[in-house]
């Protein structure tokens, strides 16, 4: 069988089953097929969140923790690109013909089968496409290609527009594609469902602590909804229409996404607990890895996001490392005690504090010393640093309404029906068998 897989970042399974009735097409695919909430990996970030769904190896055997890397030994950081995937996709590892359109980790792109790189990718003047003709006929076909859009900011009508024509644009190239080569796996990746929860969430959610009903920005929310939902339509018929039963879909999201409570300046209170000192006073907003840290003093500091990479500055391994192999779980316990205690605004914080080897099968690369969630990931700890409390009333990287939730979602058609929960890591293996499936 063929097999159409739309990813679909970002997408909660509770919005999807309270968007159903509206969603004609996945509701289709749905009651065809086996579905349910599907738990996202630690951590719940696009990067590594499909590379693990579509190898069938977690963030820790694949060595990929997010977006952006600490390189062990060293103070510096670096982004995670397609390069760092070592491992291969299913379908290449199966030996398969493919057009992938948008799947991160894809800039630069990889060099099998057709391949259009991802929300990473600077501009159209890089090679984006594998082979690198296809791009030139992705602007024929649409004109100007759109990456990505500006997500946090105050412009939401304007970004509202970006967000469709970037999407219609993306669907439209990948039909063009779909139909005119050869494929055994065509995967589209769809970044605009997530950014859609980033611009409007508090539009759409009574969950949210700043939840404004009646705004135009609300029907936005389920508007878009409704064009995706109309695309997939589009996508899937002309594909059943070509090879009939012997097109299988999947719809899949990475990790869903939730109301964002509050902010937290994770350096500003490392700082206080004494863990952090700097030689110098931090300009407000400054991030850290520019900060004149004082490494000499410092036993701990850490990278923001969805959720706290916390690095300890260990003796023989940092450059200026001072914590000394029996020091070491010591800092590490006293800091899991500390962080149960954290109280924001509103009260306790409910966190969790992971070591890497709690958590995955094997922990190769780059790996934090510590993980964190703050809140059940409801709280944003943000790197920058330079403020007067460490409780903020923004995000600091511009406006932002949402956070990363564990639950996402997927449909897999045809299949027998019925409803059952899966984990991201047992994608690729479902995925493979259902295209075996007569």
């Known amino acids: 069988m063929r097999l159409l897989i739309l990813a679909l970042d970002g997408v909660p399974f509770d919005v999807f089953s309270r968007l159903?009735?509206?969603?004609?097409?996945?509701?289709?695919?749905?009651?065809?097929?086996?579905?349910?909430?599907?738990?996202a990996v630690d951590p719940p970030i696009t990067v590594p969140a499909w590379a693990s769904m579509f190898t069938g190896r977690d963030p820790g055997e694949l060595g990929i923790y997010g977006f952006r890397h600490l390189k062990r030994g060293t103070y510096e950081g670096y982004i995670v690109t397609s390069q760092s995937l070592r491992e291969k996709f299913f379908w290449e590892a199966e030996g398969l013909r493919s057009i992938v359109v948008g799947l991160p980790p894809g800039y630069p792109p990889r060099k099998y089968g057709i391949w259009v790189s991802d929300f990473y990718t600077p501009d159209t003047n890089r090679q984006w496409t594998y082979p690198t003709g296809i791009a030139d006929e992705i602007v024929?076909?649409?004109?100007?290609?759109?990456?990505?859009?500006?997500y946090r900011t105050d412009r939401k009508d304007e970004a509202y527009r970006s967000l469709v024509d970037m999407t219609v644009k993306r669907w439209r190239a990948a039909r063009m594609l779909m139909e005119k080569y050869p494929w055994d796996v065509f995967v589209l990746h769809e970044i605009g469902t997530d950014r859609l929860?980033?611009?409007?969430?508090?539009?759409?959610?009574?969950?949210?602590?700043?939840?404004?009903?009646?705004?135009?920005?609300?029907?936005?929310?389920?508007?878009?909804?409704?064009?995706?939902?109309?695309?997939?339509?589009?996508?899937?018929?002309?594909?059943?229409?070509?090879?009939?039963?012997?097109?299988?879909?999947?719809?899949?999201?990475?990790?869903?996404?939730?109301?964002?409570?509050?902010?937290?300046?994770?350096?500003?209170?490392?700082?206080?607990?004494?863990y952090l000192h700097f030689r110098s006073e931090p300009a407000r907003g400054e991030d850290i890895e520019k900060s004149e840290v004082d490494w000499k003093r410092t036993q701990l500091w850490a990278w923001g996001g969805y959720y706290a990479r916390v690095f300890v500055n260990k003796a023989g391994?940092?450059?200026?490392?001072?914590?000394?192999?029996?020091?070491?779980?010591?800092?590490?316990?006293?800091?899991?005690?500390?962080?149960?205690?954290?109280?924001?605004?509103?009260?306790?914080?409910?966190?969790?504090?992971?070591?890497?080897?709690?958590?995955?099968?094997?922990?190769?690369?780059?790996y934090p010393d510590l993980i964190v969630y703050f809140d059940n990931v409801r709280v944003r700890p943000v790197q920058t640093v330079g403020y007067e409390t460490y409780w903020l009333s923004e995000n600091d990287r511009g406006p932002d309404d949402s956070l990363h939730s564990f639950d996402g979602i997927y449909i897999l058609s045809p299949y027998e029906p019925g409803k059952r929960d899966m984990y991201a890591v047992d994608v690729a293996n479902a995925l493979v068998g259902l295209m075996r499936r007569r």
Not at 20 to 39: A, I, Q, V, Y
Not at 214 to 228: D, H, I, K, Q, S
Not at 234 to 260: E, F, I, Y
Request: glycine letters at 10%.
């Open 20 to 39: 159903s009735d509206e969603l004609h097409n996945m509701s289709e695919l749905r009651d065809g097929g086996r579905w349910g909430t599907l738990r």
């Open 140 to 150: 024929g076909s649409v004109g100007d290609y759109v990456f990505d859009i500006p």
């Open 197 to 274: 929860h980033h611009l409007y969430q508090k539009y759409f959610d009574p969950q949210h602590p700043q939840y404004v009903p009646g705004t135009t920005y609300e029907t936005y929310f389920a508007e878009y909804y409704r064009l995706v939902d109309g695309l997939i339509g589009d996508l899937v018929g002309a594909a059943r229409k070509r090879w009939g039963d012997q097109v299988a879909v999947a719809v899949l999201s990475d990790h869903g996404n939730q109301a964002q409570r509050g902010v937290f300046a994770v350096n500003m209170w490392l700082a206080e607990q004494g």
């Open 317 to 366: 391994r940092e450059p200026q490392g001072i914590v000394s192999e029996e020091e070491y779980w010591d800092v590490i316990r006293d800091f899991r005690r500390k962080v149960k205690a954290l109280k924001c605004p509103w009260g306790y914080v409910e966190s969790q504090v992971y070591r890497p080897q709690e958590l995955y099968r094997a922990v190769n690369g780059d």
